[in-house]
């Protein structure tokens, strides 16, 4: 029996196995097909040092053999019903989720159950994917010169926590990754009481609950928490800046990140507050998102001084995340020039800011929000990654409601507050400078 049920309108369901696996029943029926995932509560963040990498190392020998699955069988089961698979692992989480016909849903959540307990690791499976992850490392982040200098930018920026570590890992401890460090990681972490099963689709809550109860119910709890990891510290070092010249780099490149609050925590461990944080995704939006965009119109248009901008934040994150600005220079202007301009300029957003601006940007996001819905399977990841992240069923869709009652006012003080130079990281990308021949 299942317990802590919790049902919302007709087509959306929790509930919780005796075991502490959550499951989460999105229904959907227009057609006869269902995605079914398990996110794990586990990622990049919780590894310890020296083994970085090794949440998304396992997540590949994940689908190698079980003792009723040998290793490769996986891959050509599901293809053989249909159906069409995947994986990512980030700092937080990690999931798996299979996209297949109604009628193959039960044999989907036979061989997730299966690999969940009785995966089996041989010393050649192992030493398969080591190679394979640290070819993926090389055409990833070591040969690609943007990605070298992102991956030495967001260390400065998150200093010395661990989402300054890129997930794939540091190359140097993924070299050192052992089948004991992934079976240990397995064993601790690959528990129902860690997990959350999701069914999206052509599948009422009954069908679900019946077939989470056969497969997933008689697994046992693990009853070991993931590591805690701390909040971020308050920031006290003033501003940083990253300088890095590239051979590879054709055009030079201008990155200023800031710290900012996530749906789920504040700034330096401080209580979440969503209404601020939608505010500041919205304002930045309006900064950089567009050719009617405030920093747009003030370096593109009118100054000339860039030929691309934008601005992005990341506020689904357990711990505070970031926003992040990007500024191409024109043709022969000086990069730092172009980041003195962007600095002149942004105290005018506030003045530029109108009520009408504001309520047409909530009408387009709340818009992309709605229609995002529509896709049953993106819908699911959406909550899932909200539910695993400790958010609250009902919460999710109260920010729909929360975005109507965002003002000018609001948007002003959480640009104010966060978008401040004493508090940015500042990265250059730039070519080599070629020394003059002599004459």
Same mark, same amino acid.
């Given at each position: 029996?299942?317990?802590?049920?919790?049902?919302?309108?007709?087509?959306?369901?929790?509930?919780?196995?005796?075991n502490?696996?959550?499951?989460?029943?999105?229904e959907?029926?227009?057609?006869?097909?269902? $995605?079914?995932?398990? /996110?794990?509560?586990?990622?990049?963040?919780?590894?310890?040092?020296?083994? $970085?990498?090794?949440?998304? +190392?396992?997540?590949h020998?994940?689908?190698?053999?079980?003792?009723?699955?040998?290793?490769?069988?996986?891959d050509?089961?599901?293809?053989?019903l249909?159906?069409v698979?995947?994986?990512?692992?980030?700092?937080d989480? $990690?999931?798996?989720?299979?996209?297949?016909?109604?009628?193959?849903?039960e044999?989907?959540?036979?061989?997730?159950?299966?690999?969940?307990?009785?995966?089996?690791? $041989?010393?050649?499976?192992?030493?398969?994917?080591?190679?394979?992850?640290?070819?993926?490392?090389?055409?990833?982040?070591?040969?690609?010169?943007?990605?070298?200098?992102?991956?030495?930018?967001?260390? %400065?920026?998150?200093?010395?926590?661990?989402?300054?570590?890129?997930?794939?890992?540091?190359?140097?401890?993924?070299?050192g990754?052992?089948?004991?460090? =992934?079976?240990? /990681?397995?064993?601790?972490?690959?528990?129902?009481?860690?997990?959350?099963?999701?069914?999206?689709? =052509?599948?009422?809550?009954?069908?679900?609950? =019946?077939?989470?109860?056969?497969y997933?119910?008689?697994?046992?709890?693990?009853?070991?928490?993931?590591?805690?990891?701390?909040?971020?510290?308050?920031?006290?070092?003033?501003?940083?800046?990253?300088?890095?010249?590239?051979?590879?780099?054709?055009?030079?490149?201008?990155?200023?990140?800031?710290?900012?609050?996530?749906?789920?925590q504040?700034v330096?461990?401080?209580?979440?507050n969503?209404?601020? %944080?939608?505010?500041?995704?919205?304002?930045?939006?309006?900064?950089?998102?567009?050719?009617r965009?405030?920093?747009?119109?003030?370096l593109?248009?009118?100054?000339r001084v860039?030929?691309?901008?934008?601005?992005?934040m990341m506020?689904?994150m357990?711990?505070?995340?970031?926003a992040?600005l990007?500024?191409?220079?024109?043709t %022969?202007?000086?990069?730092?020039?172009?980041?003195?301009?962007?600095?002149?300029?942004?105290?005018? +957003?506030?003045?530029?800011?109108?009520?009408?601006?504001?309520?047409?940007?909530?009408?387009? /996001?709340? %818009?992309q929000?709605? +229609?995002?819905?529509?896709?049953?399977?993106?819908? &699911?990841?959406?909550?899932?990654? /909200?539910?695993?992240?400790?958010?609250?069923?009902?919460?999710?869709?109260?920010?729909?409601?929360?975005?109507?009652?965002?003002?000018?006012?609001?948007?002003?003080? &959480?640009? =104010?507050?966060?978008?401040?130079?004493?508090? &940015?990281?500042t990265?250059?990308?730039?070519?080599?400078?070629?020394?003059?021949?002599?004459?």
């Open positions: 029996m299942s317990a802590c049920t919790t049902v919302r309108q007709d087509h959306l369901h929790l509930f919780t196995l005796n502490g696996m959550r499951v989460l029943v999105v959907d029926h227009r057609a006869e097909v269902v $995605t079914h995932a398990v /996110w794990h509560g586990i990622g990049s963040a919780h590894e310890k040092p020296g083994k $970085t990498g090794l949440a998304h +190392f396992f997540e020998l994940m689908f190698k053999g079980t003792e009723k699955v040998p290793s490769g069988e996986y050509r089961t599901v293809k053989r249909g159906g698979f995947n994986a990512f692992t980030s700092y989480m $990690t999931a798996y989720y299979v996209t297949a016909a109604k009628a193959n849903l044999k989907v959540v036979e061989l997730e159950a299966d690999r969940m307990v009785n995966l089996r690791l $041989t010393p050649e499976d192992v030493a398969t994917e080591l190679k394979v992850i640290l070819e993926e490392r090389s055409y990833r982040i070591d040969n690609d010169p943007t990605e070298r200098f992102m991956e030495k930018f967001n260390h %400065a920026h998150y200093r010395n926590h661990p989402y300054g570590i890129e997930v794939i890992g540091w190359r140097q401890d993924m070299e990754l052992t089948r004991e460090d =992934a079976l240990a /990681w397995y064993k601790d972490y690959y528990a129902p009481d860690h997990a959350l099963a999701v069914f999206a689709g =052509a599948v009422t809550v009954e069908e679900a609950r =019946a077939l989470a109860e056969k997933y119910g008689p697994l046992q709890p693990q009853g070991v928490h993931a590591p805690v990891i701390a909040p971020l510290p308050a920031w006290t070092d003033g501003p940083q800046t990253v300088t890095v010249h590239d051979a590879e780099v054709k055009v030079p490149a201008v990155y200023v990140r800031y710290r900012t609050p996530s749906f789920f504040g330096a461990g401080a209580k979440p969503r209404k601020e %944080a939608l505010a500041l995704s919205l304002g930045l939006d309006l900064l950089a998102d567009g050719t965009s405030y920093l747009y119109q003030q593109v248009t009118d100054r860039v030929d691309r901008v934008s601005f992005g506020p689904s357990r711990f505070e995340g970031f992040q990007y500024l191409q220079p024109a %022969a202007q000086d990069p730092q020039a172009v980041l003195a301009a962007y600095q002149e300029v942004l105290p005018g +957003f506030a003045a530029w800011l109108t009520p009408e601006k504001l309520a047409a940007e909530i009408t387009t /996001w709340r %818009a929000q709605v +229609f995002g819905r529509d896709n049953v399977a993106d819908y &699911a990841e959406g909550l899932a990654h /909200w539910l695993i992240l400790g958010g609250a069923l009902e919460e999710y869709d109260q920010l729909l409601e929360i975005a109507k009652t965002v003002t000018v006012a609001d948007v002003q003080a &959480a640009v =104010a507050k966060y978008i401040v130079p004493a508090q &940015a990281t990265g250059f990308l730039l070519p080599v400078v070629k020394a003059d021949k002599a004459a």
